[in-house]
Structures are given as structure tokens and as C-alpha cells.
T-cell receptor, first 108, second 116 residues
Framework: RKEVEQDPGPFNVPEGATVAFNCTYS??????FFWYRQDCRKEPKLLMS???SGNEDGRFTAQLNRASQYISLLIRDSKLSDSATYLC?????????FGAGTRLTVKP | GAGVSQSPSNKVTEKGKDVELRCDPI?????LYWYRQSLGQGLEFLIY????????KSGLPSDRFSAERTGGSVSTLTIQRTQQEDSAVYLC??????????????FGPGTRLTVL
């Protein structure tokens, strides 16, 4: 079993749609959780951290369910510029474990 | 300010040759990571440096891979006797300190390695 698993997609949605991604992780002792965004042939960049109580940043909402060991990312009112691959990242001590990413394409 | 830089941006080599990839982290960042990303895949952790501590080499795929970090700054990833399966983008990231809390990793643009 992979340490961090994501649905690879692709998710193809129209502008303005709401889309949600899930991610599951295998190590119940994992300490920190993040969503990174990676544009095609570019390096990953931090989108947002994921806090136990859930957190929101504009159109983006991240949630963590430690009991079920999954993390979610919700994007509301999606924009063309949201098209990218979204990487779920889990920290185990010094190690940052990346999921393979979920590809999102937002279409006009 | 300057971000993480990596060189070369592209490297094409023949099977069996050795290659060296360089990473210059953001000044003052004590934590440095190497990852590799194969086409369409996620990031695979390779090695982690924190200050002057012994590196975490748990992700290195074979003994052909090694890395060092001189003076707590620049890092070099060396791949000996390259194989075709080593072809990937090698990404370096740095962060301000041991990632307690939510310290962000800043990634370099990567080195695209192609082994013929």
C-alpha cells in the first residue's frame, strides 16, 4: 500500500464548479499535512497547510480526518487558473511523503 | 529574494556515466530535501539534510546514489553508473528549519535528467 494515495483524476470541470479531492495516508502517527499545487512542468508550490480543525483560504477549504486518515481539498467557484495537479503531502518526522497528485482541468 | 536554484536545468547522459546535480538552497534555510519525479508520477523522497546533523538517507533507491551538503548550504546529488530508470526530474527543496509546525518547503525548478 502506498503511504499517500490520491485519485489521479483527471477531473474535468466547468468554470464555477465546486470540486473536491481526497487523499488517504497510511501512517496514523503522521504529524502534518499539506496541499501543494504543481503546474505542468513546474515545481510544486505550497497551496495550504491542513489543520485538524479544518481551514479555509478564500475558495479553498482543507479538512483532516485523523480517525479515518484522510485529507480533503474543496475548491469552490473554480477558475481556469486552478487547472493544475494537486499534491497531498504528509509529514512523518523528517520525511515529507507526497501523493502522486490529482490532475484538475477547469474548462470555459 | 533569490529562491532555490538548481543546475544544470537539463542533463543528457549515456548509460553508465556518473552525473552530479547541484542545489543552492535559499540563504538561511537549514533543511534541504532531494526528491525525484518521474513522468506523470508523484515526488519520491530521496534524502534530507538538517543543519550539521547526519542526513536521512532512507529514500535513496540504491548505493549508486549519494548526496552531500557542504558548509550547510550547497548540496550535490551524485548518481554513479547511471541507468535508464534514473531518468526523471530531480527536485531540491529547502525550508527554514526542521519542519516542526508548518514550515513551507520551497522547491527549485529541478534538473531534468535523461539517461540514454
Amino acid at each position: 500500500r502506498k503511504e499517500v494515495e490520491q485519485d489521479p483524476g483527471p477531473f474535468n470541470v466547468p468554470e464555477g464548479a465546486t470540486v473536491a479531492f481526497n487523499c488517504t495516508y497510511s501512517n496514523s502517527a503522521s504529524q502534518s499535512f499539506f496541499w501543494y499545487r504543481q503546474d505542468c512542468r513546474k515545481e510544486p508550490k505550497l497551496l495550504m497547510s491542513v489543520y485538524s480543525s479544518g481551514n479555509e483560504d478564500g475558495r479553498f477549504t482543507a479538512q483532516l480526518n485523523r480517525a479515518s486518515q484522510y485529507i480533503s481539498l474543496l475548491i469552490r467557484d473554480s477558475k481556469l487558473s486552478d487547472s493544475a495537479t494537486y499534491l497531498c503531502v504528509v509529514r512523518d518526522n523528517n520525511d515529507m511523503r507526497f501523493g502522486a497528485g490529482t490532475r484538475l482541468t477547469v474548462k470555459p | 529574494g533569490a529562491g532555490v536554484s538548481q543546475s544544470p536545468s537539463n542533463k543528457v547522459t549515456e548509460k553508465g556515466k556518473d552525473v552530479e546535480l547541484r542545489c543552492d538552497p535559499i540563504s538561511g534555510h537549514t533543511a534541504l530535501y532531494w526528491y525525484r519525479q518521474s513522468l506523470g508520477q508523484g515526488l519520491e523522497f530521496l534524502i534530507y539534510f538538517q543543519g550539521n546533523s547526519a542526513p536521512d538517507k532512507s529514500g535513496l533507491p540504491s548505493d549508486r546514489f549519494s548526496a552531500e551538503r557542504t558548509g550547510g548550504s550547497v548540496s550535490t546529488l551524485t548518481i554513479q553508473r547511471t541507468q535508464q530508470e534514473d531518468s526523471a526530474v530531480y527536485l531540491c527543496a529547502s525550508s527554514l528549519r526542521l519542519p516542526a509546525g508548518e514550515n513551507e518547503q520551497f522547491f527549485g525548478p529541478g534538473t531534468r535528467l535523461t539517461v540514454l
